[in-house]
């Protein structure tokens, strides 16, 4: 019995006439394809993209050189090295993230005990060569200091659940 | 013995021992910060509060003694409670500033917040801060606001230090550790309360801020400086050496280390360091590959062996070369037909070479040094020299026992001393005698007819008298000679008479080492008399002039008995050869220069003054091209055609080098009494119209490592020599305190700053050798002439 029916099924083309009928359907809905770069999908405020390095508002650079993002990193992308500066202070002289070997994961963020590494809402970046995405210290702080605004409020909506 | 009950274990533990003890015997951790095995117990920190089952409140482990039938509880809800509570007390006015801490990671205060805090503080107030202070160039105090006011440090300072150099002032909130007004520490076991300090309040100053604990790598590795071999852990970074630190080890070092152990790795970083092998053409140096410098190396010597005879080549090596090196050079020289091998560079009499039934050594275990009852110690800065067996006496001093000294000069020893007879070097023999004169007497026993004749004429002093009585009182007693007595040039004698005075004393006698490898270099062999040949010693190889000298590790101006002499043996001959880990003066008159690597990038063995035989694995790769000496050695051996060094790793050249017989037999101090007896009573005097040189080897000149640790090189130990003299010569020579003087040795003289030091014997003056200020002087016992500049 089940197959004739198939045979019938096949022969009259049921299943392709099925598979049309979705596409005809969809050729109807509503459109949501975002259609970059002029439209962009919505952000939260958790969103993990380019990192940045702060400052307080005084202008002093928030890192202290604890490591402790270097230690959590999964993906060993940060390199930290750390001296005392003139005033006494603990400070990195060398803080690279090789954006190549980031996972994203945003543990470094996470780890960090003065916010001073964060994840932006900056996805839209490229290098033209291999060595363009391995970030140094005056790179993520001007990434820090171009987006600091936007930073400061995704810090403050995210504030209540940390 | 009483039985206690810990947490439902039963323990067996000794009476008047605290539950603290019985807990550690049970495998029971109770948390604690100013507890410390080694020091005594203040019970102030009140984290070890435990449940006492019958005693209302609970009660701190460290101050409690077990009673028999005891039970504790510590993890009972009391004690839990009691714990939680007390961490966060000790949390009110820690400043939490882990992240910036080098304690961090490493920290008892962080473990034990996180085992036993509760997590969460309900202080809301101001935390105090302390202001720093400046206490030496060692131990930063720069936040002293972690500290948590356990005291180990002023007990350490107290107790095993022998000077309180920390002190606490003021009480409750105000209360803070500090030193004496502008006053540093200066203790030369400063270093070991950075180790005690359970948070990151004393932290070390040269680390400061290079690396967090979980970026480094331990290796465990032994001391170069000092004969003790203290067991170090080193840690590294990047193929770095960033720190070193104690390994416990009780029968050596116990949980101790000294400054110079701990701090001299900044040596090993140095920027002096040699990393091309090089050779001087045409008096320019010029860089070459390993292959053309050992060629060149070993084309030189033979030519020299073919030409003037192979007796014309000497080699020297430093006692802090590892067992390894000196049997290698030693085979290596006695291949190409040379005996003319020692370690022994400051050494000047060598009159008992080939009269010594063994090995120098100690003559006890290290750890028996702890539990004698009397001690003479003959001729040794002992506190400088040997920092971690001072530490031991002291002990045993605090203990009960007494220390009697003999020596030209009077330094602090930090422990009472019964006795001291404080001589000029050339009266060291003679006061001596007196107190073997006063042990005969003592203990009503004759001596036999050579030593009579000998000493005879010398009449005893009080102080000797005294000595002598106190060395008879003892039941357990070490005559030790220091590094004065053995340097000195009637060091055979000395020994004689002090090794009698022990026979009498029934006491044991013993060598205190000088360097990390005194022992293993009789042991290797690399004396001119372990083989059947007898060739120079260090001596003899500087006063007539060899044609080629191969130098291990040496750096003649500041290793050698007379630098003045030294030099200029090396200036006139044809060919010098220097195996070093740095760029040295050395490079005026060597020929080639060979790198090689220091005790870390190197494995090896010490054999320390007690005979015990430490081998240590490298904990870095050789810096640029340097190489192990073993390596270079051998390779060397091979191209000079020398039979049996087909060695493939450092174990098996240390298996063959030990393969002869246990260290128990090859260990004696006894020396077989052909010394010429009638040389006994020969008093050393200067010339006239000089002074007698005391010439100490400051504890930071001691070798090439700890010369170059940039922190230790400015620490008041490692100050610029001073000429220090009597008050009273002084008024002789129509000096005071401050001035300028030229002072005058053989054919050198060097300018120095004069000061009084009337705990000095009259008609010496002290200039310490192993310096480049006063490299240019001559042996370490001699005439000085002094001039106002």
């Known amino acids: ?162 | 013995m009483i039985n206690i009950e810990i947490d439902g274990k039963l323990v067996e533990t000794a009476r008047g021992s605290t539950v603290m003890d019985a807990a550690h015997k049970a495998g029971v951790y109770i948390p604690h910060f100013c507890y410390h095995k080694k020091l005594s117990i203040a019970a102030s920190c009140r984290m070890c509060l435990v449940e006492v089952e019958k005693a209302p409140k609970p009660l701190p482990a460290c101050a409690t003694p077990a009673s028999d039938g005891m039970k504790v509880h510590t993890h009972s809800e009391m004690a839990v409670k009691a714990q939680k509570g007390v961490m966060e007390f000790l949390l009110i006015n820690h400043p939490l500033d882990c992240p910036i801490c080098d304690q961090g990671g490493e920290c008892q205060l962080q473990d034990i917040a996180m085992g036993y805090g509760g997590g969460k503080s309900r202080y809301e107030e101001e935390k105090r801060a302390v202001v720093a202070k400046d206490v030496g160039v060692l131990i930063s105090t720069n936040e002293m606001s972690r500290c948590i006011q356990c005291t180990r440090c002023v007990r350490f300072g107290q107790e095993i230090a022998g000077q309180m150099e920390l002190g606490m002032i003021n009480r409750s909130e105000l209360a803070q550790i500090t030193s004496f007004v502008n006053s540093t520490v200066n203790s030369e076991l400063s270093g070991n309360m950075i180790d005690l300090c359970p948070v990151g309040a004393l932290t070390s100053k040269p680390f400061r801020y290079t690396a967090r604990a979980w970026e480094l790598s331990r290796r465990k590795t032994v001391s170069p400086h000092d004969s003790v071999g203290a067991n170090l852990a080193v840690h590294t970074k990047d193929n770095k050496v960033v720190r070193a630190v104690a390994v416990e080890n009780e029968a050596v070092n116990e949980c101790w280390i000294s400054d110079k152990d701990r701090f001299s790795y900044e040596g090993l970083n140095s920027a002096e360091r040699l990393t091309r092998p090089m050779i001087k053409q045409d008096s320019k140096w010029i860089e070459v590959e390993w292959a053309a410098a050992l060629e060149y190396v070993a084309n030189g010597l033979k030519q020299i062996s073919r030409g003037a005879g192979a007796q014309h080549i000497a080699s020297l090596a430093t006692p802090h070369s590892t067992l390894e090196e000196l049997y290698l050079l030693q085979k290596l020289m006695r291949g190409v037909g040379s005996s003319n091998v020692d370690f022994r560079l400051r050494q000047s009499d060598f009159s008992a070479d080939g009269k010594q039934a063994g090995a120098p050594w100690l003559g006890m275990p290290i750890a028996e040094l702890s539990n004698r009852d009397r001690y003479l110690v003959v001729g040794s800065f002992l506190r400088k020299d040997h920092p971690l067996l001072a530490q031991r006496i002291r002990q045993a001093v605090k203990a009960g026992a007494s220390a009697n000294v003999v020596h030209s000069a009077d330094d602090d020893l930090l422990m009472p001393v019964a006795n001291k007879a404080i001589v000029a070097p050339g009266d060291l023999v003679a006061t001596l005698a007196q107190i073997l004169i006063a042990v005969a007497v003592e203990k009503e026993v004759a001596l036999s007819a050579e030593l009579q004749k000998a000493v005879a004429g010398v009449k005893t002093s009080d102080t000797s008298v005294a000595i002598a009585k106190s060395m008879v009182s003892g039941k357990q007693g070490a005559v030790l000679l220091g590094n004065f007595a053995q340097q000195h040039p009637q060091a055979a004698q000395i020994a004689l008479l002090a090794e009698q005075i022990a026979v009498l004393c029934e006491a044991k006698f013993g060598f205190l080492g000088e360097a990390a490898n005194s022992v293993g270099g009789f042991v290797a062999g690399a004396v001119p008399f372990a083989g059947g040949v007898h060739g120079m010693n260090a001596a003899q190889m500087i006063e007539s002039p060899r044609k080629a000298y191969l130098l291990l590790n040496v750096e003649p101006e500041l290793d050698m008995q007379n630098p003045q002499a030294a030099i200029s043996a090396m200036k006139a001959a044809d060919m010098v050869v220097c195996l070093s880990a740095y760029k040295h003066n050395g490079m005026d008159y060597a020929d080639v220069m060979l790198p090689i690597a220091p005790f870390t990038e190197s494995s090896g063995t010490f054999v320390n003054t007690e005979g015990r035989v430490q081998s240590f694995k490298g904990a870095v790769k050789p810096l640029g091209d340097a190489r192990p000496a073993w390596k270079v050695l051998r390779v060397l051996g091979n191209l000079l055609d020398v039979s049996g060094f087909n060695f493939d790793t450092s174990e098996a050249v240390r298996d063959e080098a030990l393969s002869t017989g246990s260290m128990a037999e090859k260990l004696n101090n006894q020396i077989a009494a052909e010394i010429p007896l009638n040389l006994l009573l020969q008093r050393g005097e200067a010339q006239p119209g000089g002074l007698q040189r005391v010439a100490d080897v400051p504890i930071y000149a001691a070798d090439a490592v700890v010369r170059r640790a940039t922190a230790l090189q400015q620490t008041q130990d490692a100050a610029m020599p001073v000429a220090t003299l009597h008050s009273s010569e002084m008024q002789k020579l129509g000096l005071s305190s401050g001035d300028s003087v030229k002072v005058t040795q053989g054919t050198g003289s060097v300018q120095l700053t004069v000061a009084a030091d009337d705990k000095l014997p009259a008609g010496t003056m002290r200039v310490a050798a192993g310096h480049a200020a006063t490299a240019a002087l001559g042996a370490m016992f001699g005439t000085l002439i002094v001039e106002r500049a």
């Open chain 1, 1 to 162: 019995m089940n197959t004739i029916k198939d045979f019938f099924k096949t022969f009259l083309l049921f299943e392709l006439l099925k598979g049309m009928a979705l596409t005809g359907r969809y050729m109807f809905a509503r459109k949501i394809t975002v259609q970059f770069p002029e439209e962009k999908t919505p952000q939260g405020f958790r969103f993990r993209g380019l990192h940045a390095q702060r400052r307080y508002e005084s202008g002093e650079e928030r890192c202290i050189g604890c490591k402790l993002c270097e230690a959590v990193c999964p993906a060993l992308a940060i390199k930290i090295a750390v001296a005392e500066r003139e005033d006494g202070t603990r400070r990195t002289t060398q803080y690279d993230i090789d954006l190549t070997k980031c996972i994203f994961c945003g543990f470094c963020e996470e780890s960090c005990p003065v916010d001073a590494i964060v994840e932006t809402r900056v996805f839209e970046y490229h290098g033209e060569n291999r060595g363009d995405l391995y970030y140094t210290k005056p790179m993520l702080l001007a990434v820090g200091d171009k987006h600091e605004a936007q930073i400061a409020r995704d810090r403050a909506a995210d504030s209540k659940y940390r």
